[in-house]
């Protein structure tokens, strides 16, 4: 009765908790009082294959305590995988609060340090170019995380919460996108460094000086004010929080690689992914405009892009686009073309999705099998009539796009390999596309960080390996351990790395053609014997690969 009271009273403390280190602490507890801390440090189980993972520890630890540097190399080799022996599993990840097995966690400190290991030798013990093969190799194989924000109207602004989090805890990955509201936030991440975004959940515009006070009084008077959201209030709100940049100018500025999802405002169109790299023209406010166009509710948008003169000019005239979410919410699959992404943390706030998707994620194989039947039939009796109507399109037009909207919607994965879903909802759904106070502005806020407090250490430990092998490729290219250009090639894996940001060419641009021919070769490196003009040439072509 007791430890009843006692959960009670911790449960509390953790909704109540105003920073996620009062909620770990909470946690923690929690899980001494239910057992989960013992059956953190028990490796045995059949949820996963804890021989296995066992086994490969001990032998890297012994590796690394015998300095056997290329035989750690070779074990690394052999393959680093995110779900070795079964160790992503979902359900390892939600037993316990605070954290999952202690032996996967140990798994994955040992090759985090493996890695750095690796990474800082002497080119003496293992050749640069070796080492550049295998990070280029490796960072391709275990592939990256991306987050993806839903759509969802007013409650977009969960979608703040959950970012305030990852930024804190330095786990917000580069790859993020971004539909309808979701795509607002994604907007003012694509266009402001970590600094500028860390004040979000204020609700200012994200400058600086006495103007941003100002600004940050008229946005609050856009959100909160009258009855409905109006177009010109949504022009506002973008334009307050938005710079007119460019998607290009955006990632040379941050280096996030963000994603806008639109869709088409006619039928026998696809939907479209915005990018720097679909699209690095395009000016980012009218992307964001345009996932914002809910159908019924705002005029389809026209895009806008900067042509070769620096001047605004119509992109693809002939078309209009309204809310990504119609068409892809989650476009998990074109992110993976495009940034090798293979690991998505969700955040999900779409009414329409959320009220199909059981927050029950352990529930039994027959209720998720029924669940998928009824989904399946709903998509079938859709098809049906949508093929109907399509062949009577002249006569019933409206019927027609109100279908090919409705099996879009239900056409679409809504979860991912994580999946964050703030239990917050509007007693009135009507209320989606009205104005909030700032009380409710903040209490959304304020949810979205708590659910994602209860995912932070599944993210941190699924995105470990990725985030170091990011760390060390940026370290090789831009940073202390770059080697003599002259002196390696780099790996033709390099290709998949994304274009150099702003700061990074300024780096490059820092170091004289000189420097890079007098660049002494390590300590058991042959001298390559080249020409300084060899070298300016080299140089050259490392600015431009990047």
């Given at each position: ?12 403390a953790m909704?109540k908790?105003?920073?996620?280190a009062?909620?770990?602490?909470a946690?923690r507890?929690?899980?001494?009082i ?11 189980t ?18 690394r305590a015998?300095s ?15 779900n070795?022996?079964g160790?992503?599993k979902?359900?390892l ?21 493996s890695l750095?290991?690796?990474?800082e030798?002497d ?18 194989c ?7 924000l839903?759509g969802g ?6 979608h703040?919460?959950?970012?305030n ?16 509201a979701?795509?607002?936030v ?10 500028e975004?860390?004040?979000l959940?204020?609700?200012?515009i994200?400058q600086?000086?006495a103007k ?15 009855p ?8 506002h709100l973008?334009e ?7 998607f ?19 039928p ?12 690095p023209?395009?000016y ?5 405009m345009a ?20 001047e605004?000019?119509?992109?693809l005239p002939g078309r209009?686009?309204i ?5 892809d ?5 074109r992110?993976s073309?495009?940034f090798g992404?293979?690991?998505?943390i ?6 329409i999705?959320?009220?199909f ?6 529930r039994g ?8 039947l009824g989904?399946g039939v709903g ?5 049906f009539?949508r ?7 002249d006569?019933?037009p409206?019927f027609?796009?109100?279908l090919?909207?409705?099996h879009?919607?239900?056409d679409q994965e809504y ?5 964050i879903m703030?239990?917050?909802r509007l ?10 106070n700032e ?18 250490e599944?993210?941190?430990r699924?995105?470990?390996i990725s ?6 490729l940026?370290r ?7 080697p003599d250009p002259?002196a390696?090639?780099r790996?033709r894996?390099?290709?998949?790395r ?18 890079v021919?007098?660049i ?17 040439v080299?140089q ?7």
């Amino acid at each position: 009765m007791r430890n009843k009271r006692k959960l009670k009273s911790l449960a509390r403390a953790m909704a109540k908790s105003d920073n996620y280190a009062d909620w770990l602490t909470a946690a923690r507890d929690h899980d001494e009082i239910t057992g989960m801390t013992d059956w953190r440090h028990v490796e045995h189980t059949d949820l996963y294959d804890y021989a296995q993972i066992r086994l490969r520890l001990d032998r890297l630890k012994n590796l690394r305590a015998r300095s056997d540097h290329q035989g750690l190399l070779y074990a690394l080799n052999e393959g680093i995988h995110g779900n070795m022996g079964g160790m992503g599993k979902g359900v390892l990840y939600r037993m316990a609060k605070s954290g999952t097995k202690r032996l996967i966690e140990d798994y994955i400190d040992e090759i985090d340090e493996s890695l750095k290991l690796l990474a800082e030798l002497d080119d003496s013990i293992i050749p640069a170019q070796q080492k550049l093969d295998f990070f280029y190799r490796a960072n391709i194989c275990f592939g990256r995380s991306a987050l993806m924000l839903s759509g969802g109207g007013a409650l977009g602004f969960l979608h703040l919460g959950v970012v305030n989090v990852l930024l804190e805890q330095g786990l917000l990955p580069r790859v993020i996108s971004g539909s309808s509201a979701g795509a607002l936030v994604a907007g003012v991440l694509a266009c402001h460094t970590d600094d500028e975004v860390a004040d979000l959940e204020k609700l200012a515009i994200l400058q600086s000086g006495a103007k941003a006070k100002e600004e940050a009084g008229f946005l609050r008077k856009v959100l909160t004010g009258g009855p409905n959201i109006s177009l010109d209030d949504l022009e506002h709100l973008i334009e307050g929080l938005i710079p007119n940049a460019t998607f290009e100018e955006a990632y040379a500025k941050t280096g996030r690689q963000v994603s806008i999802t639109i869709a088409p405002a006619e039928p026998h169109q696809r939907s479209r992914l915005l990018n720097a790299v679909t699209s690095p023209n395009v000016y980012i406010r009218s992307a964001v405009m345009a996932s914002c166009a809910v159908p019924g509710v705002f005029p389809a948008v026209m895009l806008m892009a900067r042509n070769v003169h620096g001047e605004p000019q119509p992109y693809l005239p002939g078309r209009r686009w309204i809310d990504g979410s119609v068409a892809d919410d989650l476009p998990a699959k074109r992110l993976s073309r495009l940034f090798g992404t293979n690991h998505h943390i969700v955040s999900m706030v779409n009414p329409i999705a959320t009220a199909f998707i059981s927050k029950d994620e352990d529930r039994g194989a027959l209720s998720k099998a029924a669940g998928a039947l009824g989904v399946g039939v709903g998509r079938e009796f859709l098809n049906f009539y949508r093929g109907l109507a399509q062949k009577r399109g002249d006569n019933w037009p409206r019927f027609n796009m109100m279908l090919h909207g409705l099996h879009a919607l239900m056409d679409q994965e809504y979860t991912g390999d994580i999946n964050i879903m703030p239990s917050f909802r509007l007693a009135n759904p009507l209320r989606l596309l009205s104005h909030l106070n700032e009380e409710e502005l903040l209490r959304l806020t304020h949810h979205g960080e708590h659910a994602c407090y209860e995912k932070v250490e599944a993210i941190r430990r699924c995105t470990q390996i990725s985030r170091t092998l990011e760390d060390i490729l940026y370290r090789f290219e831009y940073g202390d351990l770059r080697p003599d250009p002259v002196a390696v090639r780099r790996p033709r894996s390099s290709r998949r790395r994304p274009a150099a940001t702003r700061a990074q060419r300024a780096k490059l641009d820092n170091v004289p053609n000189e420097t890079v021919a007098k660049i002494k070769p390590r300590r058991g490196r042959k001298s390559s014997g080249k020409a300084s003009a060899a070298a300016a040439v080299a140089q050259k072509s490392l600015r431009v690969t990047h």
